[in-house]
C-alpha cells in the first residue's frame, strides 16, 4: 500500500506558475500508474493528467495540454505537475492518485489510492 501527500498549492496570479509535488511513501511510485485530478467548489473531480507505470503514455485533459506538464522521480519517489499559464478557472483543490493496474486512466474510480490535496487558487 501507498501513502500519497501532496504539497505546493498556493495562490498565484493569472498567467503564473507553480509546481506540485506529490510523495509517495510505503512503495515506491514506479509500481503504479498515477494520476492528477481537481475538484472545484460544487463540481465533481475532475481529471487533470495522467501516467502509465511505465511511464510510456501520459495523458492530458484538454483544458490544460500544453500548459500542465507531468513528470515522475523515481530516485525522490515522487511525482509532479508543472502548472504554466494558470488561468482562474484552474482555481481547486489537486489530489494525487495511484493505480495499481498499470494502465493510466482519466476515471477517478480506477485510482486505489489517494492523497489529501492542496489548495490552488489563481487570482485574475
Known amino acids: 500500500q501507498v501513502q500519497l501527500v501532496e504539497s505546493g498549492g498556493g495562490l498565484v496570479q493569472a498567467g503564473g506558475s507553480l509546481r506540485l509535488s506529490c510523495a509517495a511513501s510505503?512503495?515506491?511510485?514506479?509500481?503504479?500508474?498515477m494520476g492528477w485530478f481537481r475538484q472545484a467548489p460544487g463540481k465533481e473531480r475532475e481529471f487533470v493528467a495522467a501516467?502509465?507505470?511505465?511511464?510510456?503514455?501520459?495523458y492530458y485533459a484538454d483544458s490544460v495540454k500544453g500548459r500542465f506538464t507531468f513528470s515522475r522521480d523515481n530516485a525522490k519517489n515522487t511525482v509532479y505537475l508543472q502548472m504554466n499559464s494558470l488561468k482562474p478557472e484552474d482555481t481547486a483543490v489537486y489530489y494525487c492518485a495511484a493505480r495499481e493496474n498499470p494502465a493510466a486512466k482519466t476515471i477517478p474510480s480506477e485510482y486505489n489510492y489517494w492523497g489529501q490535496g492542496t489548495q490552488v487558487t489563481v487570482s485574475s
Open positions: 501516467v502509465s507505470r511505465s511511464g510510456g503514455n501520459t
Open positions: 510505503g512503495r515506491t511510485v514506479s509500481n503504479y500508474a
